[in-house]
């Protein structure tokens, strides 16, 4: 029997211009600020902190969304959420184009007593196959994210058709169900489990319910990144 346990739920916050805003199906320049039933702020921390409470997972997804549009990444408030979290993993999708984006990142916080973040590698971002390699070579705990949009593949790295490069974790994060209520793309997590079924494979966009997280546990999937059905309570534990 598959029950949706707290582990099997990640999670999300998105960040841009310095505040959690709410995706909707990829379309990032009309994302506004996030307000939810579940916290009245937009404040990364007040925002990530009642995620965490509410989920009760070690692990908390974050995407500089600033970053991924080309621009600069929002280090200051990425600094405080790791100190203020230091026993959570943070999965980071900074828009690294290359492991010399992350290791720059890295190096800002080698100072730290622990180092909490895994960088998130996008199909989206990554600018080659070689950059890919390199990247996923040096960070062996990195994750691997599969971003697609309109039903085709994001980004210049053709990753997707090297499943032998992948590592142990790979999120399919479909932009298109992301906010939405359409559903998880459940066929995808099918196509992905026979590619390579070795990989831990994390789902994107379009959790409705509990019942839907259920779904993708049956059919291979080992969890959900979740951000809209976690602010509106539509996921219970009970």
């Avoid at 739920?9 to 211009?17: E, F, H, Q, R």
């Avoid at 991924?68 to 990425?78: A, D, V």
């Avoid at 971002?125 to 994210?145: G, Q």
């Avoid at 971003?147 to 997707?160: A, F, H, P, V, W």
Wanted: hydrophobic share 40%; proline share 5%.
């Amino acid at each position: 029997m598959f029950m949706c346990q707290l582990s099997n739920v990640i999670p999300v916050v998105d960040l841009s211009n310095g505040l959690v805003v709410h995706a909707k199906e990829g379309d990032r320049n009309k994302y506004k600020p996030i307000f939810s039933p579940l916290i009245n702020s937009s404040c990364p921390i007040i925002v990530s902190n009642a995620l965490l409470k509410k989920t009760q997972s070690r692990i908390l997804y974050i995407a500089d969304l600033d970053a991924i549009k080309g621009g600069l990444l929002q280090k200051k408030i990425l600094y405080k959420i790791v100190n203020y979290f230091p026993n959570t993993e943070i999965w980071l999708d900074g828009g690294f184009r290359s492991a010399v984006d992350f290791e720059k990142l890295q190096f800002r916080y080698a100072s730290q007593a622990k180092n909490n973040i895994n960088p998130v590698f996008s199909s989206e971002s990554l600018s080659s196959i070689d950059e890919a390699k390199r990247a996923l070579e040096l960070f062996p705990e990195s994750i691997l994210s599969l971003d697609k949009k309109n039903r085709t593949l994001l980004g210049e790295s053709k990753i997707l058709i090297y499943p032998e490069l992948w590592p142990k974790k790979v999120i399919l994060m479909n932009l298109d169900r992301v906010g939405s209520s359409k559903g998880p793309d459940l066929n995808w997590i099918k196509k992905i489990k026979s590619t390579n079924p070795l990989v831990k494979i994390f789902g994107a966009g379009g959790v409705r319910n509990r019942g839907d997280v259920v779904k993708a546990l049956k059919l291979g999937a080992s969890g959900w990144l979740c951000s809209t059905a976690i602010h509106l309570n539509l996921i219970s534990y009970d």
